[in-house]
């Protein structure tokens, strides 16, 4: 595996389908980026290859050690493994360790939302006047 450490792979990619967060709320580096998942998370490596890592799976971590798409970095006594593929292969480590898809909401539903926060907001908002007049 040639794993130069160059410019990262940009996560925001996959942001409409899993969920993707930041090591430092407001960055705009890509290297703050990861991918949540059920048992760890995806980050960049560099170039063409990602990373995951996981803590105190063993079962997880043994399933991800028999794939051969992946080279192992780093292997703890508990579960915990940390090993790096090629951005080809993410489909073979997400069926492992299972990115936390990004919630869709139809039009529909988004509108029911709204209108209920603006009637809970309304609700609050009321009864802190009452609150405070008494």
């Known amino acids: 595996m040639d794993m130069k450490l160059s410019k990262p792979i940009d996560l925001t990619t996959y942001a409409q389908r899993y969920r993707v967060g930041k090591e430092q709320p407001g960055s705009r580096d890509p290297w703050d980026l990861f991918i949540r998942c059920r048992f760890g998370h995806v980050y960049p490596h ?25 080279q192992i970095v780093q292997d703890g006594d508990h ?41 809970a907001r309304q609700n609050r908002s009321t009864a802190s006047a009452t609150a405070s007049a008494d």
């Open 46 to 70: 560099g170039g063409r290859y990602l990373a995951a890592s996981i803590d105190g799976y063993p079962r997880i971590a043994a399933r991800l050690r028999r794939l051969p798409c992946v």
């Open 79 to 119: 579960g915990e493994l940390t090993v790096v593929f090629d951005v080809r292969d993410f489909d073979a480590v997400a069926e492992v360790i299972q990115p936390r898809r990004r919630r869709i909401l139809t039009d529909q539903e988004r509108q029911r939302r709204a209108e209920s926060l603006a009637k």
